[in-house]
């Protein structure tokens, strides 16, 4: 009998059809590991900014204010129960734009200039009473928008000492600049057409400046956002007590206000631990209780979902990434699945709507950073949130 020689062209194909598959699996299964890797790296990242805050605080008195991308200061805004045009309640609607993208940087690392926090390098000279170098004292009363012009750092005395850097740069990559209008020392209103979070660049970037706002990316390159809990005006040391009073607007009666870190909706954890639940609700003029912005549970009394956990209302502040689809959607956490993302682009700047219902106007020209753009058609809320790291601190 003839021996047999050689494989047939069945058995090659098999082989290689058996090898193309093996590699395919090895290569998702790398990518799976990958994307394990940058969001361990992100959330171990954002730990390290909580516990930084914590130090910060413990040396200034209060927690790092808001700034804006110009690194000018974000005031605090008076809780109202009044609403908005679109028939939501003005401060809840303003409450999700109260975050801030070059505050961690400058306040945890010291990022600024000698002209900018009163020391050169990382570190910065003690900001003061008002958190901004007194640039809210200079510009004409606490609530205007204190510029980065009008800031006077104090270097001597009991407030001039060298603060931080209270984070270590471990990683050069952590830390990127926004576009910067080099003429008229401002930010220049690049963002991230993918995102429609503001463009970050690096060292090796043409687009790079030195002199820009800092902000610390997470492992994607995105920037990563801070919150605060809200404070009176004027006071980023003072607090509203439980049952706080507000002033009357056209709301008939009195009312009473509790701040809490679950007013933020982009903080609410995705899925909520048992014995963790808890319903947030705020009640507008009308009398009705609004849990988010969603359409569930839309009805005479009570409008959105109001779910929370104990964790984010016992919270005083918070970070929050966009993940690998480097998405946030902000009117609420809840999945809506099939539920369009759109219609909610036509504010203008980075923390304004640009209209008398601002805190400020920057005059910059570009959608609400952080809102996914009609054009990208985001179809679900579950695609753009599901897979953000938050970081919450007490």
Known sequence: MRGRHGFTLIEILVTIGIIVILIGLMVVAAGAARQGAMRSTTAMRMTAMGQAVTRFEADAGYLPPLLDNDRAGI????????????????????????YSYTSPAEYLLGTGSEAQDGHDGLGLRA????????????????????????????????????MGPYLELDDPDM????????????WDGSVDPSTGQPAVYFPSDPQFVQDAPKVIVDAW???????????????????????YQPPQDSTAGTWRYTPSMAEVFVLRPWEVQTGESVNYWFSDMNGVKWGDFSPGGADTEFRGDPTSSSTLTSARFGFVSSGANRRIYDWSRRDEPGLPISALTNWIGDHSDGGSESWYDDGVSVN?????????????TEEANSDNIVEIGR
């Open 75 to 98: 005031p605090a805004v008076e809780p109202t129960r009044g609403l908005g045009s679109g028939g939501y309640p003005k401060y809840l609607e303003v409450i999700q734009g109260r």
């Open 127 to 162: 900001p003061g009473e008002d958190g901004w170098w007194d640039a809210s004292f200079n510009d004409g009363g606490t609530s205007g928008r204190p510029e980065l012009s009008d800031r006077r750092p104090r270097t001597s005395g009991a407030r001039g000492e060298v």
């Open 175 to 186: 830390l990127g600049a926004l576009g910067w209008d080099i003429d008229n020392a401002r």
């Open 221 to 243: 390159g995105s920037p990563i956002r801070y919150y605060r809990i809200n404070h009176p005006p004027g006071s980023p040391g003072g607090t509203y007590p439980a049952g």
């Open 368 to 380: 609400w950073l952080g809102r996914p753009r009609d054009s990208q058609q985001v179809t679900a």
